[in-house]
């Protein structure tokens, strides 16, 4: 049986919220050359090949949401992070669906 993501949201929803002031905690797990050509505003950045390595950086008691180009690799970190019992959220479509872009960093 494959491993079901206990918690998903959209790129619309994500950027709504944070719209709306809310302060979420945003992971993005991309590689490092993404990064630099954008990302969300106040997004810790830890490449997935680093996650485990750097887990502890990572908030116990706060829900986070795992953000990646396409929804797959912040499946896998969200798969890794829920085993070391962190509360985890994935952004399905990934930045790929993100469509407001003055919330990016470039």
Not at 18 to 35: I, S
Not at 77 to 85: D, F, I, V, Y
Request: net charge negative; proline share 4%; aromatic share 4%.
């Amino acid at each position: 049986m494959a491993f079901q993501i206990p918690k998903v949201i959209t790129p619309q929803e994500v950027s709504s919220q944070l719209k709306q002031g809310e302060q979420l905690y945003l992971l993005d797990v991309r590689e490092d050359a993404e990064w630099e050509e954008g990302h969300v505003q106040g997004a810790k950045h830890i490449p997935l090949g680093q996650l485990m390595e750097r887990v502890e950086e990572l908030p116990v008691s706060q829900e986070i949401i795992v953000i990646c180009r396409s929804g797959n690799r912040s499946g896998l970190a969200c798969e890794l992070l829920h085993e070391k019992g962190l509360q985890i959220v994935n952004m399905t479509g990934g930045l790929s669906n993100w469509t407001d872009y003055d919330q990016l960093v470039r």
